[in-house]
Protein backbone atom coordinates (compact mmCIF):
# COMPACT_ATOMS: atom_id res chain seq x y z
CA UNK A 1 0.00 0.00 0.00
CA UNK A 2 1.59 3.14 -0.97
CA UNK A 3 0.09 6.87 -1.49
CA UNK A 4 -0.20 8.47 -4.92
CA UNK A 5 0.00 12.24 -4.25
CA UNK A 6 -0.75 14.35 -7.55
CA UNK A 7 -1.32 18.21 -7.89
CA UNK A 8 -3.61 19.42 -10.67
CA UNK A 9 -2.91 22.65 -12.31
CA UNK A 10 -5.57 23.94 -13.89
CA UNK A 11 -6.82 27.58 -15.96
CA UNK A 12 -10.42 27.69 -15.86
CA UNK A 13 -13.38 25.98 -14.19
CA UNK A 14 -14.39 23.85 -16.75
CA UNK A 15 -10.59 22.28 -16.56
CA UNK A 16 -11.40 22.15 -12.75
CA UNK A 17 -14.38 20.28 -13.36
CA UNK A 18 -13.44 17.55 -16.01
CA UNK A 19 -10.23 16.65 -14.32
CA UNK A 20 -11.63 16.57 -10.55
CA UNK A 21 -15.14 15.03 -11.78
CA UNK A 22 -13.33 12.42 -13.39
CA UNK A 23 -11.02 11.52 -10.25
CA UNK A 24 -13.78 11.43 -7.84
CA UNK A 25 -15.84 9.14 -10.45
CA UNK A 26 -13.18 6.58 -10.85
CA UNK A 27 -12.65 6.41 -7.14
CA UNK A 28 -16.83 5.54 -6.80
CA UNK A 29 -16.36 2.85 -9.66
CA UNK A 30 -13.25 1.56 -8.01
CA UNK A 31 -14.81 1.00 -4.69
CA UNK A 32 -12.97 3.66 -2.56
CA UNK A 33 -14.60 6.02 -0.35
CA UNK A 34 -14.66 9.41 -2.80
CA UNK A 35 -14.07 13.21 -0.64
CA UNK A 36 -14.38 16.39 -2.20
CA UNK A 37 -12.65 19.01 0.37
CA UNK A 38 -13.19 22.28 -2.56
CA UNK A 39 -13.56 25.35 -1.84
CA UNK A 40 -16.12 27.58 -3.04
CA UNK A 41 -17.42 28.19 -5.34
CA UNK A 42 -15.54 25.30 -6.85
CA UNK A 43 -17.10 23.37 -4.46
CA UNK A 44 -20.84 24.15 -5.51
CA UNK A 45 -19.96 23.54 -8.68
CA UNK A 46 -18.50 19.94 -8.54
CA UNK A 47 -21.60 19.11 -6.51
CA UNK A 48 -24.12 20.16 -9.13
CA UNK A 49 -21.72 18.16 -11.43
CA UNK A 50 -21.87 15.02 -9.49
CA UNK A 51 -25.45 15.40 -7.88
CA UNK A 52 -26.30 11.85 -9.51
CA UNK A 53 -23.74 10.16 -6.72
CA UNK A 54 -25.69 11.31 -3.78
CA UNK A 55 -23.97 10.74 -0.79
CA UNK A 56 -21.39 8.38 -2.90
CA UNK A 57 -19.48 11.32 -2.58
CA UNK A 58 -18.62 13.58 0.80
CA UNK A 59 -18.21 17.04 0.05
CA UNK A 60 -16.37 19.55 2.52
CA UNK A 61 -15.50 23.13 2.47
CA UNK A 62 -11.78 23.73 2.19
CA UNK A 63 -11.90 27.32 4.30
CA UNK A 64 -13.37 24.92 7.04
CA UNK A 65 -11.01 22.32 6.76
CA UNK A 66 -7.43 24.03 6.01
CA UNK A 67 -7.19 26.45 8.78
CA UNK A 68 -4.31 25.38 10.38
CA UNK A 69 -1.25 23.04 9.38
CA UNK A 70 -1.00 20.60 11.88
CA UNK A 71 -4.97 20.16 12.45
CA UNK A 72 -5.49 19.77 8.71
CA UNK A 73 -2.87 16.94 9.01
CA UNK A 74 -5.17 15.46 11.89
CA UNK A 75 -8.19 16.05 10.14
CA UNK A 76 -7.11 13.87 7.08
CA UNK A 77 -5.72 10.74 9.34
CA UNK A 78 -9.04 11.09 11.10
CA UNK A 79 -11.12 11.08 8.31
CA UNK A 80 -8.88 8.04 6.83
CA UNK A 81 -9.50 5.70 9.59
CA UNK A 82 -12.73 6.48 10.03
CA UNK A 83 -13.39 5.61 6.55
CA UNK A 84 -11.24 2.06 6.61
CA UNK A 85 -10.94 -0.77 5.26
CA UNK A 86 -11.53 1.40 1.93
CA UNK A 87 -8.95 3.49 1.00
CA UNK A 88 -9.64 7.44 0.93
CA UNK A 89 -9.54 9.01 -2.99
CA UNK A 90 -9.73 13.02 -2.44
CA UNK A 91 -9.67 16.08 -3.91
CA UNK A 92 -8.06 17.95 -1.47
CA UNK A 93 -8.15 22.07 -2.68
CA UNK A 94 -5.94 23.90 -0.04
CA UNK A 95 -6.39 27.63 0.62
CA UNK A 96 -3.84 29.92 -0.44
CA UNK A 97 -4.96 33.80 0.99
CA UNK A 98 -5.15 34.98 4.07
CA UNK A 99 -1.62 34.27 5.34
CA UNK A 100 1.43 35.87 5.71
CA UNK A 101 4.34 34.67 4.76
CA UNK A 102 5.37 32.96 7.68
CA UNK A 103 2.31 30.73 7.44
CA UNK A 104 2.10 30.15 3.76
CA UNK A 105 6.06 28.46 4.25
CA UNK A 106 4.29 25.90 6.57
CA UNK A 107 1.38 25.09 4.39
CA UNK A 108 3.90 24.60 1.98
CA UNK A 109 5.43 22.37 4.77
CA UNK A 110 2.49 20.91 4.96
CA UNK A 111 2.02 19.66 1.41
CA UNK A 112 5.17 18.33 1.23
CA UNK A 113 4.45 16.18 4.69
CA UNK A 114 1.55 14.35 3.17
CA UNK A 115 4.44 12.18 1.47
CA UNK A 116 5.29 11.11 4.77
CA UNK A 117 2.40 11.02 6.86
CA UNK A 118 0.31 9.21 4.56
CA UNK A 119 3.20 7.33 2.55
CA UNK A 120 1.92 3.90 4.14
CA UNK A 121 -1.63 4.31 3.59
CA UNK A 122 -3.31 3.01 0.10
CA UNK A 123 -5.34 6.48 -0.92
CA UNK A 124 -5.22 8.82 -3.29
CA UNK A 125 -5.29 12.41 -3.65
CA UNK A 126 -5.29 15.24 -6.43
CA UNK A 127 -4.73 19.30 -5.01
CA UNK A 128 -5.95 21.27 -7.56
CA UNK A 129 -4.24 24.73 -8.05
CA UNK A 130 -5.49 27.69 -10.09
CA UNK A 131 -2.60 29.00 -11.98
CA UNK A 132 -4.70 31.70 -12.91
CA UNK A 133 -5.49 33.53 -9.38
CA UNK A 134 -2.70 32.07 -7.19
CA UNK A 135 0.79 33.67 -6.58
CA UNK A 136 3.71 32.18 -9.08
CA UNK A 137 5.71 30.87 -6.12
CA UNK A 138 2.89 28.74 -4.83
CA UNK A 139 2.43 26.80 -8.20
CA UNK A 140 6.10 27.03 -8.72
CA UNK A 141 6.24 24.87 -5.35
CA UNK A 142 3.69 22.28 -6.26
CA UNK A 143 6.59 20.67 -8.45
CA UNK A 144 8.46 20.31 -5.42
CA UNK A 145 6.05 19.04 -3.14
CA UNK A 146 4.12 16.57 -5.12
CA UNK A 147 5.73 13.25 -7.02
CA UNK A 148 2.72 13.55 -10.03
CA UNK A 149 1.49 16.44 -11.61
CA UNK A 150 -1.80 16.67 -13.93
CA UNK A 151 -1.74 19.42 -16.47
CA UNK A 152 -4.89 19.12 -18.80
CA UNK A 153 -4.88 16.20 -20.40
CA UNK A 154 -1.20 15.28 -19.44
CA UNK A 155 0.06 12.97 -16.48
CA UNK A 156 3.73 12.90 -15.68
CA UNK A 157 6.55 12.53 -12.84
CA UNK A 158 7.74 15.80 -11.23
CA UNK A 159 11.25 16.00 -11.86
CA UNK A 160 12.01 18.88 -9.37
CA UNK A 161 9.73 16.41 -6.69
CA UNK A 162 11.96 17.45 -3.23
CA UNK A 163 11.78 14.83 -0.10
CA UNK A 164 9.95 16.31 2.71
CA UNK A 165 13.56 15.74 4.87
CA UNK A 166 15.20 18.18 2.48
CA UNK A 167 12.07 20.07 1.91
CA UNK A 168 11.64 20.87 5.37
CA UNK A 169 15.28 21.99 5.53
CA UNK A 170 14.90 24.36 2.99
CA UNK A 171 11.48 25.91 4.71
CA UNK A 172 13.89 26.25 8.01
CA UNK A 173 16.78 27.82 6.48
CA UNK A 174 15.01 30.59 4.83
CA UNK A 175 13.38 31.46 8.00
CA UNK A 176 14.56 35.00 10.46
CA UNK A 177 14.54 34.56 14.17
CA UNK A 178 14.42 38.59 15.60
CA UNK A 179 13.28 39.12 19.10
CA UNK A 180 12.44 43.01 20.09
CA UNK A 181 15.20 44.33 22.74
CA UNK A 182 11.82 44.99 24.56
CA UNK A 183 10.73 41.28 24.74
CA UNK A 184 9.28 40.85 28.23
CA UNK A 185 11.47 38.06 30.02
CA UNK A 186 11.28 35.42 32.50
CA UNK A 187 14.17 33.23 33.95
CA UNK A 188 12.92 29.51 34.52
CA UNK A 189 15.14 28.95 37.69
CA UNK A 190 13.70 25.75 38.77
CA UNK A 191 11.09 22.98 38.23
CA UNK A 192 8.57 24.87 39.56
CA UNK A 193 6.81 26.02 36.47
CA UNK A 194 3.67 27.69 38.04
CA UNK A 195 5.66 31.23 37.31
CA UNK A 196 6.15 30.63 33.93
CA UNK A 197 2.20 29.70 33.47
CA UNK A 198 1.66 32.66 35.19
CA UNK A 199 4.00 35.18 33.38
CA UNK A 200 2.36 34.00 30.00
CA UNK A 201 -1.24 33.90 31.22
CA UNK A 202 -1.13 37.39 31.76
CA UNK A 203 0.30 38.57 28.73
CA UNK A 204 -2.24 36.29 27.23
CA UNK A 205 -4.79 37.92 29.06
CA UNK A 206 -3.64 41.86 28.73
CA UNK A 207 -3.24 40.96 24.17
CA UNK A 208 -6.82 40.27 24.03
CA UNK A 209 -6.72 36.36 23.80
CA UNK A 210 -9.85 34.04 24.44
CA UNK A 211 -9.86 32.16 27.60
CA UNK A 212 -9.13 28.73 25.45
CA UNK A 213 -6.32 30.30 23.28
CA UNK A 214 -4.76 31.61 26.53
CA UNK A 215 -4.97 28.43 28.50
CA UNK A 216 -3.48 26.79 25.14
CA UNK A 217 -0.62 29.25 24.74
CA UNK A 218 0.28 28.35 28.72
CA UNK A 219 0.10 24.53 27.63
CA UNK A 220 2.14 24.72 24.82
CA UNK A 221 4.70 26.84 26.64
CA UNK A 222 4.48 25.02 29.67
CA UNK A 223 5.32 21.30 27.87
CA UNK A 224 8.37 22.97 25.83
CA UNK A 225 9.67 24.71 29.34
CA UNK A 226 9.35 20.66 30.81
CA UNK A 227 11.02 19.58 27.51
CA UNK A 228 13.63 22.58 27.84
CA UNK A 229 14.44 21.25 31.78
CA UNK A 230 14.66 17.82 31.08
CA UNK A 231 17.05 18.06 28.04
CA UNK A 232 18.70 21.75 28.15
CA UNK A 233 21.37 23.67 29.84
CA UNK A 234 20.90 26.28 31.77
CA UNK A 235 20.35 29.26 32.10
CA UNK A 236 16.91 29.26 30.14
CA UNK A 237 14.20 31.32 29.92
CA UNK A 238 11.02 32.68 28.27
CA UNK A 239 10.44 35.87 26.27
CA UNK A 240 6.90 37.27 25.34
CA UNK A 241 6.49 40.17 23.24
CA UNK A 242 3.63 41.21 20.41
CA UNK A 243 3.94 42.01 16.85
CA UNK A 244 0.82 42.99 15.35
CA UNK A 245 -2.45 40.87 16.22
CA UNK A 246 0.55 38.30 17.21
CA UNK A 247 1.74 37.31 20.75
CA UNK A 248 5.24 35.58 20.66
CA UNK A 249 6.55 33.67 23.17
CA UNK A 250 9.94 31.95 23.19
CA UNK A 251 11.36 29.33 25.67
CA UNK A 252 14.79 28.78 25.17
CA UNK A 253 17.71 27.38 26.99
CA UNK A 254 22.20 26.70 25.80
CA UNK A 255 21.75 23.13 24.88
CA UNK A 256 23.12 22.18 21.88
CA UNK A 257 20.19 20.60 19.60
CA UNK A 258 19.34 20.53 16.04
CA UNK A 259 15.95 19.83 15.58
CA UNK A 260 15.06 17.75 12.04
CA UNK A 261 13.16 19.66 9.77
CA UNK A 262 10.18 16.42 10.43
CA UNK A 263 10.16 17.07 14.22
CA UNK A 264 6.67 17.12 15.64
CA UNK A 265 5.25 17.37 12.14
CA UNK A 266 4.49 13.26 11.62
CA UNK A 267 2.18 12.37 14.35
CA UNK A 268 3.26 9.71 16.61
CA UNK A 269 1.35 6.56 17.52
CA UNK A 270 0.76 7.08 20.81
CA UNK A 271 1.43 9.34 23.93
CA UNK A 272 5.13 7.50 24.57
CA UNK A 273 6.42 8.00 21.24
CA UNK A 274 9.08 10.61 20.61
CA UNK A 275 7.33 13.28 19.96
CA UNK A 276 4.07 13.15 21.03
CA UNK A 277 4.78 16.28 23.08
CA UNK A 278 5.77 18.48 20.48
CA UNK A 279 2.73 17.42 17.95
CA UNK A 280 0.57 18.59 20.72
CA UNK A 281 1.98 22.22 21.20
CA UNK A 282 2.01 22.60 17.24
CA UNK A 283 -1.95 21.66 17.43
CA UNK A 284 -2.60 24.11 20.40
CA UNK A 285 -0.98 27.17 18.82
CA UNK A 286 -0.61 28.84 15.35
CA UNK A 287 2.93 28.35 14.72
CA UNK A 288 5.72 26.84 16.08
CA UNK A 289 9.35 27.63 14.93
CA UNK A 290 12.71 26.33 16.22
CA UNK A 291 16.08 26.88 15.93
CA UNK A 292 19.38 24.62 17.26
CA UNK A 293 22.52 25.29 17.16
CA UNK A 294 26.27 26.39 19.41
CA UNK A 295 24.25 29.10 20.40
CA UNK A 296 21.45 27.37 22.18
CA UNK A 297 17.60 26.06 22.01
CA UNK A 298 15.46 28.52 21.25
CA UNK A 299 10.97 27.09 20.57
CA UNK A 300 9.01 30.16 19.00
CA UNK A 301 5.01 29.94 19.87
CA UNK A 302 3.05 32.44 17.56
CA UNK A 303 -0.73 32.93 18.87
CA UNK A 304 -2.66 35.09 16.43
CA UNK A 305 -5.76 37.17 18.36
Known sequence: MSLTHRALLYDDRDGFLAATSAFLRQGVEEGRAAVAVVREPNLAAL?????????????????????????TLK???????RKAPLPVHAVAEPVWDGHDARQRVEWVRYESLINVVFANCDASSLCPYDRSALPADVVDQVRLTHPLLTDGAEH????????????????????RF??????????????DLQ????????????????????????????????NALAHGVPPMGAWVWTAGDDLNCEIGDHGHWRPGPLTGFVP??????????????????????????????????????
Not at 209 to 222: C, G, S
Not at 288 to 303: D, H, K, S
Request: hydrophobic share 40%; aromatic share 10%.
Open 47 to 71: REELASYGDAIEFYDSAEFYRHPVR
Open 75 to 81: SYLELVE
Open 156 to 175: RDSEAYTDPVSFGAICDRGR
Open 178 to 191: ERPDDAEYLAIESD
Open 195 to 226: PLRLFVASRANAHGLTPAAAQNLVTAANEVAA
Open 268 to 305: PRSALDTGFGLWTVRLLVDLVEMRGGWGGTFVRLRVRR
